[in-house]
Structures are given as C-alpha cells and as structure tokens.
T-cell receptor, first 113, second 113 residues
C-alpha cells in the first residue's frame, strides 16, 4: 500500500510570488484535503476535494486554490504569497465517509521571505 | 476562539511516569480522533472515539470520550521516550459546515530517559 507523498519537502519563496504544492494520495482513497500548520499550532483545514471538485473549504482567502486529478492526486496553489503563509502544508487522503481517518503526508515546509 | 482546547500545552516527564492530557470543547462532536505527530512528519492517527463514555485502549495508551461528547482524554501509563511527540485531538462539531477536521493546538510531550 503506497502512502501519501508530498513534493517538494521544503520551499523558499518571496512575498508576492506564487507556489504550487503537490500530493499523491494513498491508493484506494478518493478524497484529498489540505491543511496549513503554523509553527506551534495544530493543522487548520484549507479545503477538500472529491471527484475533482472542491466540496468543503475552511476560512482561507480565494488566493488559496486547488485541483484534484482523475488519479486522485492533488495540487495546492497559493497566489500573492504573504509572510504569514509560512507554514507546514499537509495533504491528507481518506475515504468519502465524513469521519474517515485521515492519512497524512509528511508535508511541505514553505518559507516566505 | 479555539474550538478544541488541549491541555497542558507542554509536558516533560521522566520515563516510567504516568500522564494524562486533555481535549475540551463547549461543542458536541460526532467523534473525536487522536493523532501523534513527530518532528518532520505528518500526524498519524492513534484512535477514533465515537460513543459518549467510550474507553479505548492501545497498549499503554487509554483514550476516553466524555459522556456528553464534548471532551476526551488520553492517559499514558509508564511513559517511554518513544512516546515523545505532539498529540493532537480533532473532530467534526455537530452542525459544522465544512468537511474538514477541526484540530486543537496539541500537547507537546517529552519523555526523558
């Protein structure tokens, strides 16, 4: 069974730039969600994708957007980066049922300077 | 306002001691999940508690869900250095809109040899 993989592992960007983060979900999982984890905090829900459509979104501005592909892999795009966007970005895959456990990747550490 | 409050925020104890960490809310949750996160990795699911008053055991770890489904606790017996990590509770509040999990800020646990 292949787990959730994320790329890149680390990234440094400048304020105002755009970034794309990638995630391959665990085999058999059709739902992907993205979380932002600031230093010393718990993860915060960004959005969730199911069957290539966004079907849930947390309190994040529209400059955070995503895609899910037919093979269930996913991308997170962030435009107009701000310093506060510096965080660990976690991708998680799961089954469709609401309380299904999440299987997380090891995240992408984004630093915005 | 944090929907899930975890306490203590930090805990450092000696190997062999017992400890309890707490996850509290004023909201009712359909279920609560506990995750452990180690540095440089994503959270890993430990257990899901679903029924009010439920107690689940995972080797030296005992998880309890409050009768009113607003709180949960994790008790570790004879802690070992391998228990070191960030312990996160998470769940979906009843009536919550977004599909994503709500996480607490976590308890940073250090077990010293």
């Amino acid at each position: 069974e292949t787990g959730v993989t994320q790329s890149p592992t680390h990234l440094i960007k400048t304020r105002g730039q755009q970034v794309t983060l990638r995630c391959s979900s665990q085999s058999g999982h059709n739902t992907v969600s993205w979380y932002q984890q600031a230093l010393g905090q718990g993860p915060q829900f960004i959005f969730q994708y199911y069957r290539e459509e966004e079907n849930g979104r947390g309190n994040f501005p529209p400059r955070f957007s995503g895609l899910q592909f037919p093979n269930y892999s996913s991308e997170l795009n962030v435009n107009a980066l701000e310093l506060d966007d510096s965080a660990l970005y976690l991708c998680a895959s799961s089954g469709r049922v609401r309380d299904s456990p999440l299987h997380f990747g090891n995240g992408t550490r984004l630093t915005v300077t | 306002t944090q929907l899930l409050e975890q306490s203590p925020q930090f805990l450092s104890i000696q190997e062999g001691e017992n400890l309890t960490v707490y996850c509290n809310s004023s909201s009712v949750f359909s279920s609560l999940q506990w995750y452990r996160q180690e540095p440089g990795e994503g959270p890993v699911l430990l257990v899901t508690v679903v029924t009010g008053g439920e107690v689940k055991k995972l080797k030296r770890l005992t998880f309890q869900f409050g009768d009113a489904r607003k709180d949960s606790s994790l008790h570790i017996t004879a802690a070992q250095p391998g228990d070191t990590g960030l312990y996160l509770c998470a769940g979906h509040p009843l009536g919550g809109g977004a599909d994503g999990l709500t996480f607490g800020k976590g308890t940073h646990l250090i077990i010293q040899p």
